[in-house]
Each structure stands twice: as structure tokens, then as C-alpha cells.
């Protein structure tokens, strides 16, 4: 789900809310939990000026972490992309 608003007409914020859910390996002579589901939240700037895209984003998990990450600072992403 995402709420976009625009500043100007090369500025653009926007919330958002992610939520993702798999299934690994469905075995129906296993009892383990094979299932994970996993949640974000964040905030973000993106916007386009003349040839040149960029984007900035701030996540924050709203679920328990996954045991391959103890991490649970918030997560910064910046792309920016040149039109030709």
C-alpha cells in the first residue's frame, strides 16, 4: 500500500506499508513450520529532473526478524538513473 504527495513537480514523498509471505518447500509429511512472513514500513523522496531519475527511502520492519538477519536498525536505500 502506498500514499504519494507531491511537493513540486520534480519532488514527490510518499508511506508505505510492504507485507510478503512465502511458503518453502510444502511437504505434507513435515510438521516444521515452512512458512515466513515478513512486514515493512517506510518513508521516501523520488522525483525526476530533466534526463536524471532518484529515489531515497527509510524501512523499518515490522516483524521479528529473519535468523540469517540480527540487524534491526532501519534500512536506508538511494538509486538515481540517467535517461539516454
Given amino acids: ?3 504519494y504527495y507531491q511537493f513540486l513537480p520534480f519532488i514527490n514523498t510518499f508511506l508505505f506499508h510492504d507485507i510478503g509471505h512465502i511458503q518453502q518447500n510444502k511437504n505434507a509429511y513435515l ?3 515452512n512458512s515466513r512472513s515478513l512486514a515493512s514500513t517506510g518513508i521516501g523522496l523520488a ?3 530533466q534526463d ?3 529515489s531515497t527511502t527509510l ?3 515490522n516483524t521479528s526478524t529473519a535468523k ?4 534491526r536498525s532501519p534500512r536506508f536505500a538511494f538509486q538515481i538513473g540517467w535517461l539516454f
Fill in 47 to 49: 522525483g525526476s529532473y
Fill in 1 to 3: 500500500m502506498n500514499y
Fill in 59 to 61: 524501512a523499518w520492519r
Fill in 52 to 54: 536524471w531519475d532518484y
Fill in 31 to 33: 510438521n516444521e513450520k
Fill in 68 to 71: 540469517s538477519d540480527i540487524d
